[in-house]
């Protein structure tokens, strides 16, 4: 059974315009939540993280993501987007004891 | 400090061939994941290995891919009789283990297979 949606394969966007990439996960009791960017020809590095308490997750490159426990979503944000910003973003669920499920990764390509 | 390193970068093999890919975690790292990245496709889980427990097998798509993993530290994914479809980037990642915490993933070895 599929564990992580990410329902956009590519969203382009205009820079210093907002974006929000969306993620859905199969419920579960308790899960841990990760989006990782993989910028091209690069290997994965981590974004931000939701364990528990606070919703609304920080983290770097002015991204953040808010966990909604009753609609399983995860869905990462922000407010201006820049060039660099290009890249593949994959949301990733963590349970199972110590297994990833990854998205199938959404493209963002930031227009000039 | 030295983050996962992978080697080799990019292999180029003929179909029937067997390959193997290295992956070398961060020190101190318990656990060590292997998975396949095809293109336009998601990661795909490979398979787990948590300190000196069995290893987490259930992602390998056939019998042809094997991975080992000694003295706790360095892994070898071993591809037996490569087909086309095994072309991919296989990414290795680590993590300190059980818990909450996030991988921390290698560049990756592209394989090509002619």
């Known amino acids: 059974a599929q564990s992580v949606t990410q329902l956009d394969s590519q969203v382009p966007v205009f820079e210093e315009a907002p974006v929000e990439l969306r993620c859905n996960y199969s419920?579960?009791?308790?899960?841990?939540l990760f989006w990782y960017v993989q910028y091209p020809n690069q290997g994965l590095q981590l974004l931000l993280k939701y364990l528990s308490g606070s919703t609304l997750v920080k983290g770097i490159n002015g991204f953040e993501a808010e966990f909604n426990k009753s609609q399983t979503s995860f869905h990462l944000r922000k407010p201006s987007v820049h060039i660099s910003d290009t890249a593949e973003y994959f949301c990733a669920v963590k349970r199972d004891f110590n297994k990833f499920y990854f998205g199938s990764g959404t493209k963002l390509n930031v227009k000039p | 400090g030295a983050g996962v390193s992978q080697s080799p970068s990019n292999k180029v093999t003929e179909k029937g061939k067997d390959v193997e890919l290295r992956c070398d975690p961060i020190?101190?790292?318990?656990?060590l994941y292997w998975y396949r990245q095809s293109l336009g496709q998601g990661l795909e889980f490979l398979i787990y290995f948590q300190g000196n427990s069995a290893p987490d097998k259930s992602g390998l798509p056939s019998d042809r891919f094997s991975a080992e993993r000694t003295g706790g530290s360095v892994s070898t994914l071993t591809i037996q009789r490569t087909q086309q479809e095994d072309s991919a980037v296989y990414l290795c990642?680590?993590?300190?283990?059980?818990?909450?915490?996030?991988?921390?993933f290698g560049p990756g070895t592209r394989l090509t297979v002619t």
């Open positions: 419920s579960s009791v308790s899960v841990y």
């Open positions: 990642a680590s993590s300190l283990g059980t818990g909450v915490n996030e991988q921390y």
């Open positions: 020190s101190g790292h318990t656990a």
